[in-house]
């Protein structure tokens, strides 16, 4: 049955192409485009070891040169996360702007030149001396991280207030139970018990971190910065560098991708902001490609899981098991660790779970967030393990799913254990029914040609996100969003929000919002850059999928104050009651109208009465208010893809696939298609070519910062226009804006999932690990042709 | 260094420079000119974000030295709309929503056009083919298969 309710809009799901004109005429400013006359050009020295300790920096023959330099000695020794979306007493802190005692990645920041040029910064860079003291061998790997004779990356950090001893580098770890497993592993008459890896990837978003300070003749500071949120860079900038927070400015500036990659502050920033301190002088400070790959990464998971099901399908006990390896700094492995946990378990109805997660720290660039949170990570184990338990059943997989998805009326774990809320809208039947009618399942076997080296299959798998990381009661994370919304004179609307937009089109939704609110068209409404920490108030972050839900959530409560003022105050011109006044848009006028209800040839537009306030020194239709949102409704998706596997060359392809997304509202409909399109070529990526593994000796980047050797999915790797589908359910969030959820993040859950199972189901081989690439596809096959062709499991 | 005076065209204007012998056009594009719409993106002819075209023809600013433009015309993205009429190629990105973060927008627009130039009736596949070296890692590239597309198909019309 359909959910949506006939919801008609003005303005809400119409296509408008005038946003982005910025980007394709080369004027669309990021923080790597801003210059201030006078600057100073910044570069870093980063160390080549992967973790060694710092006995002196010394960059007095650099300072020769007239460069202004900066050490570990300079910085403050303020420790610090630079991700405060976890709420203090959840957060761990084990950092310093340079580290102090010693590195423990290569690529890790310990000095930094500012000069004129950036050669002349260069030139300076080389003459800084540093003393290495004791040097250990690299931990790669989470083998290398878990083992007993490891040398310790860290002695101790913070939790909170809290000095915390670390024991054999584990960084954090957690651990829930609910229900009785073992008595649900006793009911069952099927276990399954397998093991997952899924890879640590680059965000390779194309824009690299870059930061540009000015220093103020306050004491305080102007900062252009790549981040996802403008608040949280200010209020850690106060309290590393002791600055009032009223007077370091951060400008909301465009943001060249991010993919989380910029949740936290990222380490240029800091580094920027104390070499413009010391130099009195505005300082601009961009990576390279290389040493932003070493900056951040995505968490690679490995899962242990194992399920236990009943003949009829009823799922009765599962145990997740995951180790992450993490890096040289614990920017966010315990809330992380406890989103997997949330993603597993709002899954499937297990009835009775425990989750075991341990997080290690490693010598390598510190992961982070990336789309999906973990989602994709985890998502990959309990999809293939969905499919693998449906074929012991001799269950249709689609049917399987269909029984045991957690759906309307359920409690959903948004993020985590402490992020519950009750499930209102869901579109995970109609997605399943309507996706499988489109990818024709019923045909697929039809598809199979047993005999040729062609071999080609289908797989399907589903997933999701929160939108937003609201729940009844404020749980570990921080969620709440701003806004201030104003109709100006002429009846246009300024909307100020520190909300950011990765390039889904969170500003173009937030623009719509309110002009579907003050019934003003879209083009009148300016959401736009040139508002900064000081004109908006507190939004977390744009992260979590929450742009559209929390985000333009606070806009329409905001907008909806306004609303009131200005139908209050027609009231008075027109001698009514403010209930009797009727707001619309009138398309021809181009210009929002108000009419005593009945008599819309009475009416006066918005521009007028905006106008008559303004003469008559009545005052601004103004409004400023904060929201936190009070769910984290689920966005739902599911995804059917074709492959086919070239059994000669290894190599897989996919000539089609289906996706189907439920975000309830859809605002932005060709941005919205453009999220999911855009996931499915990062999951593609996840699913076969990307993998950022590090030298074991020299604890370096293997593809030595080389995109090309990294690999990312270019034209080629995706499917003809023609054979691609997308599709949306047909639901309503009553909790939402306008009943809209999100999609980002959940685009890309199961993108690696059904391309697995698609593989599988091509070639009969299950692979435990990503990505398969064309050689680790051949070795496989060559595996099972040994075994006499029947179907197997590649580790 | 000694620096080096070059001449060149840029988006219609004439203009003089000193440049080292080391410069790259990227480097004389964005820090000297200030035309930023010039991407960086990997600075080692990877990802296709800097490119722009040399006398009509298109080359990557990061792997282009400075001096090698001397007596040249260069045209960037910023040199496409003609005062606030868009190239129909920009507007196509944008009728089709092949724009999200925009910093791979300005190379994939300006390679878009030369495949125009030089084959004006691709099918996908070679559409395809000539765009592989230009990364985006937002769009999965569908929408900005896309608008090549109806470009093409308008300018048959």
């Known amino acids: ?795 | 260094m000694r620096k080096i005076p070059i001449k060149f065209t840029i988006n219609g204007q004439q203009k003089e420079a000193l440049v080292q012998s080391n410069e790259l056009l990227i480097n004389l594009l964005r820090d000297e000119l200030y035309l930023t719409g010039t991407k960086y993106g990997c600075g080692i002819g990877e990802c296709g974000a800097c490119t722009v075209f040399v006398d009509d023809e298109l080359v990557l600013a990061c792997l282009t030295l400075a001096v090698t433009v001397d007596g040249k015309e260069i045209t960037t993205i910023e040199g496409l709309a003609k005062g606030k009429e868009l190239h129909p190629m920009q507007v196509s990105f944008l009728k089709n929503a092949a724009v999200q973060c925009g910093f791979c927008t300005p190379g994939m627009i300006m390679t878009a056009i030369s495949l125009m130039k030089e084959n004006p009736d691709p099918s996908e596949e070679e559409i395809r083919e000539y765009m592989r070296g230009n990364i985006c890692r937002c769009t999965g590239y569908t929408q900005i298969i896309k608008a090549i597309k109806e470009y093409a198909h308008n300018m048959k019309a």
């Open chain 1, 1 to 795: 049955m359909l959910e949506q309710k006939e919801h008609k809009f003005d303005i809400l799901g119409r296509d408008y192409d005038i946003k982005n004109i910025g980007k394709v005429t080369g004027e669309e400013k990021y923080s790597c485009d801003i210059n201030i006359p006078g600057q100073l050009h910044a570069v870093i020295l980063r160390s080549p070891y992967a973790h060694a300790e710092i006995k002196e920096v010394d960059y007095t023959e650099a300072e020769k040169m007239g460069a202004i330099c900066i050490g570990p000695q300079d910085v403050p020794d303020v420790i610090y996360n630079e991700r405060i979306v976890s709420i203090p007493a959840k957060t761990y802190r084990d950092r310093t702007v340079f580290p102090k005692d010693k590195v423990r990645h290569v690529g890790e920041a310990i000095a930094a030149c500012a000069a004129e040029t950036e050669g002349k910064a260069f030139e300076a860079l080389k003459k800084i001396k540093v003393i290495w003291g004791e040097k250990w061998e690299p931990l790669v790997t989470l083998d290398d991280a878990m083992s007993p004779d490891a040398p310790a990356i860290y002695d101790n950090v913070f939790l909170g207030e809290e000095r915390v001893k670390i024991s054999n580098n584990l960084a954090c770890d957690r651990n829930i139970d609910v229900g009785d497993i073992e008595e649900g592993f006793k009911e069952a008459d099927i276990i399954a018990d397998e093991t997952f890896d899924v890879q640590r990837v680059y965000h390779m978003q194309l824009e690299t971190k870059s930061a540009v300070c000015q220093p103020e003749a306050d004491g305080g500071i102007t900062l252009w910065t790549t981040t996802q949120g403008i608040h949280n860079v200010r209020i850690l900038l106060g309290q590393i560098f002791s600055i009032p927070l009223s007077r370091i400015n951060v400008k909301r500036i465009t943001l060249g991708g991010s993919f989380g990659s910029s949740i936290q502050m990222n380490s240029v920033t800091p580094i920027c902001v104390a070499l413009a301190l010391k130099a009195r002088k505005p300082v601009k400070l961009v990576t390279t490609r290389e040493e932003d790959m070493y900056d951040h990464s995505s968490y690679p998971l490995k899962t242990r899981l194992k399920v236990g099901v009943k003949k009829d399908g009823t799922l009765t006990a599962a145990h997740c098991q995951v180790w992450l390896e993490i890096g040289g700094h614990n920017i966010q492995a315990y809330p992380y660790l406890g989103c997997v946990a949330g993603w597993f378990a709002s899954l499937y109805r297990w009835k009775n779970l425990r989750y075991e997660g341990k997080a290690y720290y490693s010598n390598k660039g510190p992961a982070c967030a990336r789309r999906g949170y973990g989602s994709p990570q985890v998502n990959f184990p309990v999809e293939n393990m969905i499919d693998i338990l449906a074929e012991k059943l001799g269950m249709d997989p689609i049917e399987f799913r269909r029984k045991n998805y957690v759906g309307k009326g359920e409690e959903f774990w948004g993020q985590g254990p402490t992020v519950r809320s009750l499930i209102r809208s869901c579109g995970v039947e109609e997605m399943l029914d309507r996706g499988a009618e489109l990818i024709e399942w019923d045909k697929k076997s039809e598809l199979k040609n047993k005999n040729g080296k062609i071999k080609r299959g289908i797989g399907v798998a589903r997933g999701f996100h929160t939108s937003g990381t609201g729940g009844p009661k404020a749980g570990e994370v921080i969620d709440y969003s701003g806004a201030t919304v104003k109709i100006n004179e002429d009846g246009s609307v300024d909307v100020i929000t520190a909300l950011m937009d990765h390039g889904g089109g969170t500003w173009e939704a937030g623009a719509k919002v309110a002009a579907e609110v003050l019934k003003v068209p879209f083009e009148k409404v300016s959401i736009d850059n040139g508002v900064d920490t000081r004109t908006t108030v507190f939004d977390v972050n744009t992260h979590a999928t929450r742009g559209v839900y929390c985000g333009c959530g606070a806009i329409k409560y905001v907008a909806e104050k306004v609303k009131e003022m200005l139908l209050n105050y027609a009231a008075t011109l027109f001698e009514d009651r403010p209930e009797n006044l009727v707001l619309a848009l009138n398309e021809e006028l181009g210009q929002g109208i108000i009419y005593p209800i009945d008599l819309p040839e009475k009416y006066k537009t918005i521009a007028e009465i905006a106008d008559h306030a303004r003469i008559n020194s009545v005052g601004t239709f103004v409004y400023t208010s904060t929201l936190r949102q009070k769910n984290c409704p689920p966005c739902f998706i599911t995804y059917f893809t074709e492959v086919e596997v070239n059994t000669e060359t290894g190599e897989i392809s996919v000539p089609r696939v289906v996706m189907m997304g439920d975000s309830g509202t859809i605002i932005n409909p060709e941005l919205w298609k453009g999220q999911i399109l855009g996931a499915y070529a990062l999951g593609i990526g996840l699913g076969k070519l990307e993998d950022i593994p590090y030298n074991k000796e020299s604890g370096k980047l293997n593809c030595n910062g080389l995109i090309t050797d990294f690999k990312v999915p270019i034209t080629t790797d995706m499917p003809h226009t023609d054979n691609i589908t997308v599709e949306h359910a047909h639901t309503y969030e009553p909790t939402g804006p306008f009943g809209a959820k999100g999609i980002g993040e959940a685009a890309l859950s199961a993108v690696a999932s059904s391309f697995g199972n698609a593989v599988y189901d091509a070639v009969g081989i299950r692979f435990h690990k990503l990505p398969i690439t064309p050689e680790v596809m051949l070795k496989a096959l060559q595996d099972k042709n040994r075994i006499g062709g029947k179907n197997k499991d590649a580790h």
